[in-house]
């Protein structure tokens, strides 16, 4: 599937630029860079989690006035050689871009147990070069549901998903957005909440408090993609707002990658679906709801079902609901 550009912004496209970057090793999820955003549209803190030695900010790596090449190790950009103009990698600054399948298959188990399922996404080998075209997914940051594991959304199982098929890939790009409850904020969001106890859906409680279904922007989004110098994605969304935002600004969307709810998966997927020997290793392995990021409780998943229907079919995202899922 590919998606063109269909048009252009015409307006005068914020200030952005990259303030630090640093290597954070994990227990399940690899290693990445995380590199910190400032801008000037919403004065937020925007993140990049980004998989791979491959791709570089062009704002981190500018030489600042009267900087020291300690400055630059402190920030995460590369040093300067004192006996040439050529670039040195600063101290922890890359992140090892061959893991063994081994270690790959490590990576995405917790105790033994495999906590996520690929077979729905095709990728195209594990710890390649640079390609053409990044493996990307804009994630906005969710407290509920990343930090207190909330059975109100997937928006955990959708970014961990990210962090190990990236992992697994060796390369890929999370931007990373502070945009809580789909932009009204963590205050706002748990006042939804309470409307949704009350039998409101998502997009219902959202309108009740003064806001749209979905009050996010991805102009910054398209921005740091092109600071790191990508022009065309493999994009891990449902949202069509994603797609469209993201063309709209330049940025090529050449596959879109369904996320399909690791609850929705078969619980047992056949060795030969996967595209490498890593990912046959843990394909193999079977998924149940109780290994599940989300939670295990059925009426827990019923309130994960209802929040997930209720953005297929009043925010038109791109998601086959299963025939067994009750509406």
């Not at 309470?194 to 979905?214: E, F, Y």
Request: glycine share 6%; with cysteine.
């Amino acid at each position: 599937m590919s998606f063109m550009p269909t048009s252009t912004t015409s307006f005068n496209l914020p200030v952005l630029e990259c303030k630090v970057s640093t290597r954070i090793p994990t227990k399940t999820h690899g290693t990445f860079r995380t590199l910190l955003y400032k801008n000037t549209l919403d004065q937020e803190e925007h993140i990049a989690l980004v998989y791979g030695p491959n791709l570089k900010s062009k704002t981190l790596e500018k030489v600042r006035e009267n900087e020291t090449n300690h400055d630059r190790i402190v920030r995460g950009a590369t040093v300067i050689s004192n006996d040439s103009s050529s670039f040195q990698p600063s101290i922890d600054s890359s992140v090892p871009s061959n893991l063994d399948n081994q270690e790959a298959y490590n990576n995405a188990h917790i105790n033994g147990t495999q906590i996520l399922n690929f077979s729905h996404l095709q990728l195209n080998g594990v710890h390649t070069k640079a390609k053409s075209s990044i493996l990307t997914r804009l994630h906005s940051s969710c407290f509920t549901g990343e930090t207190l594991f909330s059975c109100r959304c997937d928006c955990a199982d959708q970014l961990y998903e990210a962090m190990s098929i990236m992992n697994i890939e060796g390369e890929g790009v999370i931007v990373y957005l502070k945009q809580e409850g789909r932009g009204i904020g963590l205050l706002d969001k748990l006042k939804a909440y309470n409307l949704q106890d009350l039998g409101h859906d998502t997009v219902t409680a959202n309108v009740l408090l003064d806001h749209p279904p979905d009050s996010r922007d991805y102009t910054i989004a398209a921005l740091i993609l092109k600071d790191l110098g990508i022009e065309k994605v493999r994009l891990m969304t449902n949202n069509p707002l994603k797609i469209n935002s993201l063309e709209r600004d330049g940025i090529v969307i050449e596959e879109r990658l369904e996320m399909i709810p690791s609850h929705w998966r078969p619980d047992v997927v056949v060795e030969e679906e996967a595209d490498s020997r890593a990912l046959k290793g843990l394909l193999t392995m079977k998924k149940t709801a109780s290994t599940s990021s989300v939670g295990s409780s059925s009426d827990n998943f019923r309130e994960l079902d209802g929040y997930i229907i209720a953005k297929v079919e009043k925010m038109n995202h791109l998601l086959e609901i299963p025939l067994n899922i009750s509406k």
